[in-house]
């Protein structure tokens, strides 16, 4: 018989992959969208401050945010010190899809269309 410590660990144990799960196909998706943009996963990750990288950069973390990801969480991918240009990113991505064409025409290329 089971008792309840152990359903709890069962029941953690599951909950955990299945939050790795996740997390690893954001971050492949992440991966795959910004290479069909033209840019390295290394530039995402770096300082760089030239458009086409910083485009990469907020449609990733407005992805992942619209996966349910927090703002630190995508923070300490990313390599921010806390979580407010993140925010500031998200922010900015929806103000952009609303008026900028190139920036819609780079979301669909994000997203493989």
Known sequence: MI??????????RLQYSEIDYT????????QKGVTNLGVT???????SRKRRIVDARRLC????????WTYDMIANYIGYQ??????HHCRRAEELLNFDDEYQRKQLKFQGQ
């Open 82 to 87: 806390n979580h407010a240009t993140v925010l």
């Open 23 to 30: 997390i690893e196909s954001s971050l492949s998706y992440c």
């Open 3 to 12: 008792n309840d410590s152990e359903i709890q660990l069962m029941v953690g």
């Open 41 to 47: 996963w290394e530039e995402v990750l770096s300082c």
């Open 61 to 68: 973390c407005s992805y992942l945010r619209n996966k349910g």
